[in-house]
């Protein structure tokens, strides 16, 4: 039994653990980590007759939601959704899993948190990492030229959560996209617009939206020095600049890339650059800049699109920040991202010395949505290679969600988990199948009834759940209502109570709870 005591041993161990974090007040993530070994050591134990049990967890990086957390998830999804028809989406869905290869070279130095699935047989299969490379493959496989999307689906990627700031394995992402040959900047500015619509109609706090363009970063790459093979790994350590100072960014650059010093420095001149469209116009007559012609293709863009920003009135919130690169392969043009903030300013990155977890968790949750111009992802997939241009969207909906439940849990509001209007309640015993019948009624009338499961319930415990569960109100039936061919409907709020003929009930529901 030696087995046993040691794994008793290392319970006790492990209970410790957990226990002084949580007098420490540690993170939320620390704890479920080392709770999570605890449940392990307590499975291997076993049960007392011998048994193996069952870990009751569920993966790292997923979690359930209850029905309080879903009824404010559904209304930031009515939100965005909403938003996304209001401009004129339509909606498609994808499978869960692609071919592997479909995956395979789209995401740059994320392609390592691609979840791979055994082979079943013939085909390599990977989770959808994204919505966006499956519906460039959509497009190219169904031979579409135009469409604007809308696909909200859940993604995988083995990614190493932060929980308590929205990062999962599992997640939903919520895309908009439109695809087809237009004059420029016109859709980017849409989709720009639909990112302020969201955000200020979720009222979040404060936002920023940072836009910069693909050409630009890689007209500053090529004039600073970068050579053209290193373009995309230095994209990718620039867009950590959010995460890290600009001494950690410049180190990984130089040690780890291989960059020239000098290149490095004079990129870190241009990527603490932020304006708008003044700032547009200043880089067109840099002295390095203008040698590019890329840059200078990105720069009139990005001028064309502050001007189409202005007429749809979201200017105050964005910013043309050179230091925004975000680090997917398939971008080509305009790329952004908005970011929360808080007391109006864009979180400073974090310093190498304060990157402990209590600057972790009280920095913003940071991105909410980004997205860009990805004018050659679709001809990836076409045999003849026929390009179809991209712009889209990505809302973070975790990210929102976190602080949507953070600032309902804060308000303590009472977030109703149904929608039910009226309660079917009896004040007299043997009146169930009134009840039932009244219920039916109700139901056939398109009216969201309850009624409780229970011959002879209390009127006292009937009223309770209509306290409980939000139920606005209560229509109550007795000997007398049944003679004289009304209801008593009582609004639970103010417990006022008035007779309603039996006829006219649906429609006096409707009126009170349409206010309501």
């Not at 909410?368 to 003849?384: H, N, W």
Request: aromatic share 6%; with cysteine; net charge negative.
């Amino acid at each position: 039994m030696a087995d046993k005591a040691q794994i008793q041993e290392s319970i006790k161990n492990q209970g410790e653990v957990v226990r002084k974090l949580k007098v420490e007040k540690a993170s939320k993530d620390q704890i479920d980590e080392e709770v999570a070994k605890l449940l392990e050591l307590k499975a291997q134990l076993g049960g007392d007759d011998g048994k193996h049990q069952f870990v009751l967890k569920t993966a790292k990086g997923t979690r359930d939601y209850n029905p309080k957390q879903m009824a404010i998830r559904e209304r930031v999804f009515n939100t965005i959704v909403s938003s996304f028809k209001r401009h004129g989406a339509e909606t498609i869905d994808t499978p869960v899993f692609e071919l592997k290869e479909t995956l395979t070279g789209k995401y740059g130095e994320d392609s390592k948190l691609i979840y791979d699935l055994k082979d079943q047989g013939g085909e390599l299969l990977s989770l959808r990492y994204d919505l966006t490379v499956p519906f460039a493959r959509y497009l190219a496989m169904n031979k579409i030229t135009n469409i604007k999307r809308y696909h909200i689906a859940k993604v995988y990627r083995r990614d190493n959560p932060a929980m308590t700031r929205g990062r999962y394995r599992e997640f939903y992402q919520c895309d908009f996209d439109i695809a087809g040959q237009y004059d420029p900047m016109i859709p980017d500015a849409e989709c720009l617009k639909i990112v302020h619509e969201i955000l200020s109609e979720l009222d979040l706090g404060e936002f920023r939206i940072k836009v910069n363009d693909r050409r630009i970063l890689d007209g500053m790459f090529a004039v600073c020095g970068v050579p053209d093979d290193k373009f995309r790994t230095i994209c990718s350590t620039v867009d950590k600049l959010d995460k890290m100072s600009w001494e950690d960014v410049k180190n990984e650059m130089v040690k780890e890339k291989g960059l020239s010093e000098e290149a490095a420095d004079q990129i870190g001149e241009y990527v603490s650059m932020q304006g708008g469209m003044d700032l547009a116009e200043r880089l067109l007559q840099d002295q390095k800049m203008s040698q590019s012609k890329q840059a200078c293709a990105g720069l009139t863009d990005m001028k064309l699109l502050f001007s189409y920003l202005q007429l749809f009135q979201v200017t105050d919130k964005v910013v043309f920040d050179l230091s925004l690169a975000r680090g997917l392969d398939y971008y080509t043009g305009i790329i952004y991202e908005a970011v929360l903030t808080q007391a109006g300013v864009v979180p400073a990155p974090v310093s190498s010395e304060a990157q402990n977890g209590a600057a972790e968790e009280s920095v913003s949750v940071g991105s909410v949505a980004g997205g860009g111009r990805y004018d050659g992802l679709v001809g990836m997939f076409d045999p003849k290679g026929r390009k179809v241009p991209c712009v889209g969207v990505s809302i973070g909906i975790e990210r929102v969600f976190s602080i949507m439940e953070q600032k309902a849990e804060a308000s303590a509001e009472k977030v109703r988990t149904t929608e039910v209007q009226v309660m079917v309640a009896s004040a007299q015993k043997n009146l169930l199948e009134e009840r039932l019948k009244l219920t039916s009624e109700l139901w056939n009338g398109g009216i969201k009834a309850e009624v409780m499961y229970k011959k002879n319930p209390k009127l006292l415990s009937q009223l309770q759940h209509c306290e409980d569960s939000g139920i606005p109100l209560v229509a109550i039936l007795g000997e007398q209502e049944l003679k004289d061919g009304v209801v008593k409907l009582r609004t639970v709020a103010t417990r006022e109570e008035v007779d309603v003929s039996r006829a006219d009930l649906i429609e006096e529901i409707r009126k009170r709870t349409s206010e309501v």
